[in-house]
T-cell receptor, first 114, second 111 residues
Framework: NAGVTQTPKFQVLKTGQSMTLQCAQDMNHEYMSWYRQDPGMGLRLIHYSVGAGITDQGEVPNGYNVSRSTTEDFPLRLLSAAPSQTSVYFC?????????????FGAGSRLTVL | SQELEQSPQSLIVQEGKNLTINCTSSKTLYGLYWYKQKYGEGLIFLMMLQKGGEEKSHEKITAKLDEKKQQSSLHITASQPSHAGIYLCGADIRGGNKLVFGAGTILRVKS
């Protein structure tokens, strides 16, 4: 099992450029989410999805778009990159059972915006 | 998230010593999760606590949940270099499956 696969692992963008961070899981998890990790701030939830066709905002959604057309994929789009979006991004997925939400994380994507 | 406060922010211990990391919520906990992150890598799930008074152990790591205090503690017995990393607590404090995380505790174990 590959688990949660994120691509690319590293990316450098210029301010104003757009890009998509890819996330795919092969565990048939209904729940998927995107976090960003910044020093001293822990993980902050950007967007999440409880199933195909359903997405919702997290704590820091501005500047990011998501879609969930299939159970497996949950891409994160940066429409016009800003230096404040320099961060490490993590995708995670889980089953939702009995009130539990045990996330399986990808290895992360390190994004630098110049 | 400021809704979850972890302490201490960082910790350096001598190999073989015990240590405790705390996670305190400002809101009702619907589930508390502990993860470990090695530098530059993703997060690995350690334990989940759902009920007040619940205690779980895995190898030399024990986690407890005090629901009344809205607090969880992670205790490592006889620390080893392999325990080094960043420990993060996550919690569902709003219902609706939105997990928020604390800022993390950086643990270094000196040999």
């Amino acid at each position: 099992n590959a688990g949660v696969t994120q691509t690319p692992k590293f990316q450098v963008l210029k301010t104003g450029q757009s890009m998509t961070l890819q996330c795919a899981q092969d565990m048939n998890h209904e729940y998927m989410s995107w976090y960003r990790q910044d020093p001293g701030m822990g993980l902050r939830l950007i967007h999440y999805s409880v199933g195909a066709g359903i997405t919702d905002q997290g704590e820091v959604p501005n500047g990011y778009n998501v879609s969930r057309s299939t159970t497996e994929d949950f891409p994160l789009r940066l429409l016009s990159a800003a230096p404040s979006q320099t961060s490490v991004y993590f995708c995670a997925s889980s089953y939702l059972r009995s009130g539990a939400n045990v996330l399986t994380f990808g290895a992360g994507s390190r994004l630098t915006v110049l | 998230s400021q809704e979850l406060e972890q302490s201490p922010q960082s910790l350096i211990v001598q190999e073989g010593k015990n240590l405790t990391i705390n996670c305190t919520s400002s809101k009702t906990l619907y589930g508390l999760y502990w993860y470990k992150q090695k530098y530059g890598e993703g997060l690995i799930f350690l334990m989940m606590l759902q009920k007040g008074g619940e205690e779980k152990s895995h190898e030399k790591i024990t986690a407890k949940l005090d629901e009344k205090k809205q607090q969880s503690s992670l205790h490592i017995t006889a620390s080893q270099p392999s325990h080094a990393g960043i420990y993060l607590c996550g919690a569902d404090i709003r219902g609706g499956n939105k997990l928020v995380f604390g800022a993390g505790t950086i643990l270094r174990v000196k040999s």
